[in-house]
């Protein structure tokens, strides 16, 4: 049998906990609301698991309106409107990048910085805004939101079972934040592929992923593993990174959907 999508996966703000759909449209930017919002500090710098691990017990859900935004840890619940018609514009920084952004209101910002104990902003990305693929990679000037550097992470979903063995307990594979998980295939053979077909839409798999202490985080009690990395560094280590999963670059906007065939293309 041929390869097909297992799940599929968005992340509405960067570094929270993310939503599993049966299926998706694929926009400019990546799959659509995929790192829409995202948290800055008063500097206008990214926040992420890396320095505040509760950010993985932020639940988030979609509504046809709304993004709804829960903890355990808190009370109260935030619903932002998916249409936003805020105008206040602040510069941010990820990584290397640096954009505009627009804070989407005091109500959100005030949450977040109750819950992380920081004074902190909630951003979103307004159309407007083009946040570029390194040109390296994406050669017709392919656009991204607030993901790391690519509008898609593809992976194997035999990545996390082999993980699971060497470890002797199970993983969940959403500690790798993936947006596209594929079934019928061997652990890492996303290596060798350059190309996946989806429903007539190609995806370029345009590098490896470098990988954080993020993985040793569990998304659901933000606990951090204690060997997690360690063990994926000592079979996944290249240059002294350690890499899982596959960076993607569609080619086309389309719908994906959970069960359909994927036709891959080796290197």
């Known amino acids: 049998m041929p390869p097909v999508i297992h799940s599929l996966h968005v992340y509405p703000i960067k570094s929270c906990q993310g939503i599993d759909l049966g299926s998706i449209e694929l926009t400019d930017t990546g799959f659509k609301y995929d790192r829409h919002w995202m948290l800055v500090d008063k500097q206008g710098n990214f926040l992420s698991q890396r320095k505040f691990p509760k950010m993985a017990r932020i639940k988030t859900a979609l509504t046809d309106n709304s993004l709804i935004v829960s903890s355990d840890e808190i009370s109260s619940t935030l619903e932002i409107p998916l249409q936003n018609n805020s105008s206040k514009k602040i510069g941010v920084n990820i990584w290397k990048d640096q954009c505009s952004a627009t804070v989407v209101s005091l109500q959100a910002s005030s949450w977040f910085s109750v819950f992380l104990g920081i004074p902190c902003d909630l951003v979103f990305l307004a159309d407007s805004e083009h946040r570029l693929v390194d040109p390296d990679y ?28 060497k470890l002797g307990e199970k993983i969940d594979i959403n500690r790798f934040r993936a947006n596209i998980v594929i079934d019928g295939c061997n652990a890492h053979e996303e290596d060798l592929w350059s190309k996946i077909t989806v429903n007539n839409i190609d995806i370029l798999l345009a590098k490896p992923c470098s990988r954080c202490i993020i993985t040793s985080i569990n998304q659901q009690s933000a606990e951090k593993h204690p060997t997690l990395l360690k063990t994926l560094a000592s079979y996944r280590r290249i240059d002294g990174k350690v890499f899982v999963g596959q960076n993607g670059l569609h080619q086309s906007n389309g719908i994906l959907t959970v069960g359909e065939d994927v036709l891959v293309t080796n290197k």
């Open 138 to 165: 994406a050669k017709n000037k392919q656009r991204v939101g607030f993901a790391d550097g690519f509008p898609l992470l593809v992976m194997t979903r035999s990545t996390a079972k082999l993980l699971s063995n």
